[in-house]
């Protein structure tokens, strides 16, 4: 077998798991009352479940700003609490429930200030 052979192999078997990783996760945070990530509307009120993947402190407009990339399987959301320097609990690997409305910012897709709940 070559190397090409090999190496689409590894890269066929570690797409599937990736995406038996996010069917999983989708399953996960499913629940009465929420969205998913990929399928929420922009501009309304949603409730979605998912793991934070990130968390920086990222100023926006000479203002502190704690931004965190949540995802649910179907796909990411960025949040962006202002004026926060850190939040307790907030932290990669955490699962949340958060709520709010999302708008857009250069092309991606943000809920400033969130509600959130942290989940066991």
Do not use: C
């Amino acid at each position: 077998m070559t190397d090409r052979g090999r190496l689409r192999r590894s890269l066929s078997r570690w797409a599937s798991s990736s995406d038996q990783d996010a069917r999983d996760l989708q399953k996960t945070y499913a629940g009465p009352g929420t969205n998913t990530i990929g399928g929420a509307p922009d501009r309304e009120q949603v409730r979605l479940r998912g793991t934070l993947r990130t968390v920086t402190l990222r100023p926006r407009g000479g203002v502190p700003a704690l931004e965190a990339e949540l995802y649910d399987g179907s796909g990411v959301l960025t949040l962006v609490w202002l004026g926060r320097r850190r939040i307790a609990g907030i932290a990669p690997g955490r699962s949340i429930q958060v709520q709010g409305r999302i708008g857009r910012h250069d092309g991606v897709r943000v809920l400033y200030n969130p509600r959130y709940e942290l989940m066991p």
